[in-house]
Every structure is written in structure tokens, then in C-alpha cells.
Nanobody, 123 residues
Framework: QVQVAESGGGLVQAGGSLRLSCAAS????????MGWFRQAPGKEREFVAAIGWSGSIYYEDSVRGRFTVSRDNAKNTVSLQMNSLKPEDTAVYYC?????????????????WGQGTQVTVSS
């Protein structure tokens, strides 16, 4: 089993920045891809960003240029630096791990999930 835990959420004004962190522990030696998703009230969970073992990176169009995902393979951690935040970025952000395959935009292709961390951007 793999345990996933996020940290770093909070309240920030529009235009501000936050950095989310995620750590995978337990039997985390076979994690290939790590991703970030978010879910706003009344909406489906949506893809934000993902990074593969080799460093391949994917972003959702609305965050490209504002968010940066990075990863430390040795520590099984992934971070999401979020700049120029907008009120529409408000959501619960989830970290997810995939034990096989390339980074994916599909939530159902990830094997382990964290509990989520709230990000609120005020206007």
C-alpha cells in the first residue's frame, strides 16, 4: 500500500501564490507518475498537472504558465507552485500516484490518492 499526503493549502488573495506539497510513503518504490487534480463545489474532479518518472510534464490549459509542478524521485515527493492565483482556482486539491504508466489526465488511471487540501482564492 501507498499512503499519500498533501500539505500547503490555505487562503490567499487573487494574484498571490501558494505552494502545495505531496509525499508518498509506504510501498512507494514503484510510483511512475504523480499528478495534481482539483475539485470545486458542485463540479467534477479535474486534471491540473502531472509529472512522470523521467520528468515529462503535462498541464491543464488554464494553469499553464501560472503553475509549476516538480518532483523529487528519491524522496517520492511532488510539489505544485501556484502563482497568479485566481478565484476560479478555488478548490480542494488532490495529489495522486500512478504505479504504472505515463502521466495521465484521467483520474481513474491513478492508484492512490491523498485526502486533499483546500485552496481558497479571494477576489
Amino acid at each position: 500500500q501507498v499512503q499519500v499526503a498533501e500539505s500547503g493549502g490555505g487562503l490567499v488573495q487573487a494574484g498571490g501564490s501558494l505552494r502545495l506539497s505531496c509525499a508518498a510513503s509506504g510501498r512507494a518504490g514503484n510510483i511512475y507518475a504523480m499528478g495534481w487534480f482539483r475539485q470545486a463545489p458542485g463540479k467534477e474532479r479535474e486534471f491540473v498537472a502531472a509529472i512522470g518518472w523521467s520528468g515529462s510534464i503535462y498541464y491543464e490549459d488554464s494553469v499553464r504558465g501560472r503553475f509549476t509542478v516538480s518532483r523529487d524521485n528519491a524522496k517520492n515527493t511532488v510539489s505544485l507552485q501556484m502563482n497568479s492565483l485566481k478565484p476560479e482556482d478555488t478548490a480542494v486539491y488532490y495529489c495522486a500516484c500512478r504505479t504504472f504508466g505515463n502521466p495521465s489526465r484521467r483520474p481513474n488511471e491513478y492508484d492512490y490518492w491523498g485526502q486533499g487540501t483546500q485552496v481558497t482564492v479571494s477576489s
